[in-house]
């Protein structure tokens, strides 16, 4: 049986591990682990079937892939210990929203020890998704590794040979993704306030009838933001670095990025938690944070 570990137990990483539990041996870590959380983590760790593990180098320890879920600011550093950690023929996949820049320097990490590095592009939410969702795969080996993956009932595909080049697809695509979430948080926001937010979503949705902006679609976009802007700001750093590697200024992105933090910071200076918020209305989240 494929020994899968997992770095990071967060949103992806519990979705991930459940769902592998089914058809692999699976262990976790993350350094919440070493917090006050511990204990109620690796109880979930245990009722998802996985194994807790005490710590990066016992996660590590005969794993046949290593998937790395963790936070933008941490994919790098986590490389970096693991480097050290990996043995011959174990592959680490590298699933974080991070500049291509980053992927490449946390490739060149792994690369002075003895395992091998892929990177990995989610391309959509895990939720609702799960397994199912899209994973772009790019290094020497990402065929094969999209082969094992497939196989254990992920949704792989191998897209290039090259460190890097499923990163800069992401975080492209994330330019728009993101920035359309920030544009209509602050669209409707405004909207909202000035009392004619029914004749902006209807002009929308003249000019923009098959997206759904008379819809769900206003309420999707806002909740991402509630629920995951802090992430989502964070990988938008990594957006605009992106950008400006290739000399682009990246000011749009920097004011998604903005947007992005600025809902969730808005909500805590209120003492609101998104699961207060759910089902999701955009309009009483607005209302509630006026």
């Given at each position: 049986m494929t020994c899968i570990a997992i770095i990071g137990f967060g949103e992806a990483g519990k979705i991930y591990a459940q769902d592998l539990a089914r058809v692999a041996a699976v262990r976790v870590w993350d350094k919440k682990f070493l917090t006050p959380e511990r204990d109620h983590?690796?109880?979930?760790?245990?009722?998802?079937?996985?194994?807790?593990?005490?710590?990066?180098?016992?996660?590590?320890?005969?794993?046949?892939?290593?998937?790395?879920?963790?936070?933008?600011?941490?994919?790098?550093?986590?490389?970096?210990?693991?480097?050290?950690?990996?043995?011959?023929?174990?592959?680490?996949?590298?699933?974080?929203?991070?500049?291509?820049?980053?992927?490449?320097?946390?490739?060149?990490?792994?690369?002075?020890?003895?395992?091998?590095?892929?990177?990995?592009?989610?391309?959509?939410?895990?939720?609702?998704?799960?397994?199912?969702?899209?994973?772009?795969i790019g290094g020497p080996t990402a065929s094969h590794a999209a082969e094992i993956l497939s196989a254990l009932g992920c949704n792989a595909c191998s897209a290039?040979?090259?460190?890097?080049?499923?990163?800069?697809?992401?975080?492209?695509?994330?330019?728009?993704?993101?920035?359309?979430?920030?544009?209509?948080?602050?669209?409707?926001?405004?909207?909202?306030?000035?009392?004619?937010?029914?004749?902006?979503?209807?002009?929308?949705?003249?000019?923009?009838?098959?997206l759904g902006w008379n819809d769900q679609l206003p309420h999707y976009l806002i909740s991402r933001v509630a629920e995951?802007?802090?992430?989502?700001?964070?990988?938008?750093?990594?957006?605009?670095?992106?950008?400006?590697?290739?000399?682009?200024?990246?000011?749009?992105s920097q004011a998604t990025q903005q947007v992005q933090a600025g809902l969730p910071a808005r909500m805590a200076e209120r003492g609101v938690s998104y699961s207060e918020l759910v089902p999701f209305h955009w309009q009483e989240t607005v209302d509630r944070l006026r």
């Open positions: 983590l690796r109880a979930l760790a245990t009722q998802a079937g996985v194994q807790p593990s005490a710590s990066l180098a016992d996660a590590l320890d005969g794993a046949d892939l290593v998937l790395s879920l963790v936070t933008a600011s941490s994919a790098l550093e986590v490389a970096s210990q693991a480097a050290s950690l990996l043995c011959a023929g174990q592959i680490l996949l590298d699933f974080n929203s991070v500049s291509p820049e980053t992927k490449r320097a946390a490739a060149k990490a792994v690369a002075a020890g003895a395992g091998n590095y892929l990177d990995v592009a989610v391309m959509a939410p895990v939720p609702p998704k799960r397994l199912a969702t899209p994973l772009l290039s040979e090259a460190i890097g080049d499923v990163s800069a697809i992401k975080m492209c695509r994330s330019v728009m993704i993101k920035g359309l979430e920030a544009l209509t948080t602050e669209c409707l926001s405004a909207a909202r306030q000035y009392g004619v937010e029914e004749a902006v979503l209807a002009s929308l949705h003249a000019s923009f009838p098959s995951h802007g802090v992430r989502r700001a964070e990988e938008m750093g990594e957006v605009v670095k992106t950008l400006q590697d290739v000399g682009i200024a990246g000011a749009m």
